[in-house]
């Protein structure tokens, strides 16, 4: 597929994301990481584009997972848990568009977007997922093609660790924000990977592959 562009965390900033876009060639193929929600102030819009939008692919983050067992009232994590990491600011964004996330039948749509977005993209030579692919998920056995040992969402949703090379795949994510915009490389030089999230500098951030060619707005 061409025009590959995979955009780091967009967390409510729809304003940025529609300058990203607007700068990206008509037939772009946009890759999400994932946490397209939560802290911005546009979140049910950023939502609504990928709704309406399903040639582009949105992957699971941690965000979409906590929003998801907040408004279905799971145990996942602690109660409120959703809230004190900027679901807050979701919620309000969805109640000012008239959608009460707590209510069942007006949250249905979402639940179920949520539930369908897939946790990894992979081709030939390109892997993409929220969290870095690396230290000890490889440790416990876990692989891009198949899980073991512990839960998904404990793992390529959240690992904070830096990313394993992956023979041959370039490897793409976001949720470091600590990390910043960063491209890893081997011993020899070679570039094997690459973070996405620069949302601490206020910054949304698009790369093209296998260019990696960089487009970058601020919020």
Request: charged residues 20%.
């Amino acid at each position: 597929m061409d025009n590959i562009y995979i955009i780091g965390d967009i967390a409510g900033q729809y304003d940025a994301l529609m300058r990203i876009i607007a700068r990206l060639p008509v037939d772009a193929h946009i890759i999400s990481v994932g946490d397209t929600v939560d802290r911005g102030p546009k979140s049910f819009e950023v939502v609504e584009y990928f709704l309406k939008n399903p040639q582009h692919t949105v992957l699971l983050g941690n965000h979409e997972h906590m929003m998801l067992t907040h408004i279905t009232r799971s145990s996942y994590y602690e109660r409120d848990c959703w809230l004190w990491n900027g679901g807050g600011k979701t919620y309000e964004s969805f109640l000012q568009n008239g959608v009460d996330l707590m209510n069942e039948e007006q949250a249905k749509p979402y639940i179920n977007w949520i539930l369908g977005l897939p946790v990894t993209y992979m081709s030939e030579d390109l892997f993409v997922s929220h969290a870095p692919y690396g230290g000890w998920m490889e440790s416990i056995g876990m692989g891009p093609d198949g899980y073991s040992g512990y839960t998904l969402e404990d793992s390529i949703i959240w690992n904070r660790n830096p990313p394993d090379p992956m023979h041959g795949m370039f490897q793409v994510f976001g949720h470091n924000s600590h990390v910043g915009l960063k491209t890893y490389h081997d011993p020899l030089g070679e570039p094997y990977a690459m973070c996405t999230d620069a949302s601490r500098d206020g910054v949304l951030t698009a790369v093209h592959f296998p260019s990696l060619v960089v487009v970058q707005e601020h919020f």
